[in-house]
């Protein structure tokens, strides 16, 4: 891969058009091929940048603010359009069957909507396949493959001609910060290759580069996923998981206790002890849009940045009550080990989470709908046994088997919705 942005010429073979074709609007190569019948808008009818917040605190939805996710109807042809921010509006004459992904939240909107065997890259594929997986495991005549993808952090054009994906559900916003792509480059991909159709930014509500600012809009994880829905023609789908989720939502909000009455908390992660990372729990964006809803104290009172580095010491000053071990989920993670580290130092063993074993785990803040049913779940029973059920002790396996009568979502029902069954 070159270090520069300069285009990537791709082989003979790769450029020839077969079953791609692009559209102009007023004279401009319009963004996004045909490919497998999509066609893209150009990026100027993409919705104006948000205010930087969500309109609630469960992290939007359908009825939040943006619009409608569709921004016109059927034209009777069997094409459609579905328009995200920055890109715009997108039509496509059928639904994208194999997908390009950078991060997971893309990738399990893909996995949900019933795409997950068309997944054609994503970020770490090894190791979120076996972190996933150990959600999948509740879901009934469920299965996930990701293992042996193209890993695409820092993807490669030539890849992408080669990997000839029907969407690249990425954001261009981000694709662009990397050393190697500039805007033309994408805008080649898309019209060469397939739309882009993705939004990542509003992980935690980054600022987009200039050239992308007056397209940008931040989503929440559940607004996102409406309008990949749309993208995917799965309306009803989208709507029976996002019935899910109200459901959910709903008897959390029912069960919370006054908020003077919640636990302290904080989110950690570390593949060494010795160099833990701390996390936010209600900070915009869709990083939290599993612990933002159920609203604990920040242990941290907000001195702490997500991403700060901090010790036995400053955890022990914060002193929580609950601490969220991120990761805590993945295969190749000793979870008896983390809390050892803690109980086993002599600071450490202070900190009243460590000392009333609530150290509990955690799967991935890059969450799409489907680790989110569950992280809402897990967390509300973490923060607020009382109220929720006690969570199992986890050291490792599968997400624990939690008795039908204390589970806070159905997950036959969500099982049939990702395998598409009535």
């Known amino acids: 891969m070159t270090s ?20 102009t609007y007023g004279g401009a190569v319009a963004l996004g091929g045909l490919l497998a019948g999509c066609t893209g808008g150009n990026a100027e009818s993409a919705p104006s940048r948000s205010d930087g917040n969500e309109t609630d605190s469960t992290d939007g939805g359908s009825g939040d603010s943006g619009g409608s996710a569709t921004e016109g109807d059927d034209a009777g042809d069997g094409s459609y359009t579905a328009s995200i921010a920055p890109i715009g509006e997108v039509t496509f004459e059928s639904p994208p069957e194999t997908v390009f992904t950078r991060l997971t939240h893309h990738a399990d909107m893909a996995f949900a909507l019933g795409r997950g065997d068309g997944i054609t890259a994503m970020h770490a594929p090894d190791y979120y396949d076996g972190l996933w997986n150990q959600f999948v495991e509740r879901l009934p005549g469920v299965s996930l493959d990701w293992s042996g993808l193209y890993s695409s952090w820092q993807p490669d054009k030539e890849t992408l001609y080669e990997l000839d994906s029907d969407v690249h559900l990425a954001d261009p916003a981000w694709i662009t910060q990397l050393d190697s792509w500039g805007r033309e480059d994408v805008d080649e991909i898309a019209e060469r ?230």
């Not at 300069?6 to 074709?21: G, N, Q």
């Not at 080990?337 to 150290?359: H, L």
């Open 193 to 422: 290759v397939s739309p882009w159709f993705g939004n990542s930014l509003s992980d935690r509500h980054q600022e987009p580069t200039p050239e992308w600012a007056d397209d940008y809009e931040y989503y929440g994880l559940w607004e996102q996923f409406e309008r990949v829905a749309e993208a995917f023609d799965e309306r009803e789908r989208y709507a029976e998981l996002a019935s899910v989720r109200e459901e959910l939502l709903s008897t959390i909000e029912s069960g919370l206790p006054p908020e003077g009455e919640r636990p302290t908390a904080v989110m950690i992660a570390a593949a060494d002890i010795e160099e833990i990372y701390a996390y936010t729990l209600s900070n915009p964006g869709f990083l939290t849009s599993h612990t933002r809803p159920l609203g604990p104290r920040d242990a941290f009172e907000g001195s702490v940045e997500s991403g700060t580095v901090v010790d036995f010491e400053t955890i022990l000053e914060a002193d929580p009550d609950v601490i969220l071990y991120l990761g805590g989920f993945e295969p190749g993670t000793d979870m008896a080990g983390r809390r050892a580290a803690f109980e086993d130092d002599p600071v450490g063993s202070e900190v009243t989470a460590v000392r009333n074993d609530r150290i509990h785990p955690q799967g991935a803040r890059y969450q799409g709908p489907v680790l989110n049913l569950f992280q809402l779940e897990m967390t509300a029973k973490q923060l607020y046994p009382e109220a929720f059920g006690e969570w199992p002790r986890y050291e490792a396996g599968p997400y624990p088997e939690i008795p039908e009568d204390e589970r806070l979502f159905d997950r036959e029902r969500v099982a049939d919705v990702i395998t598409g069954d009535p």
């Open 4 to 23: 520069n942005t300069d285009a990537i010429e791709p082989d003979e073979s790769a450029t020839k058009r077969t079953r791609r074709d692009y559209l």
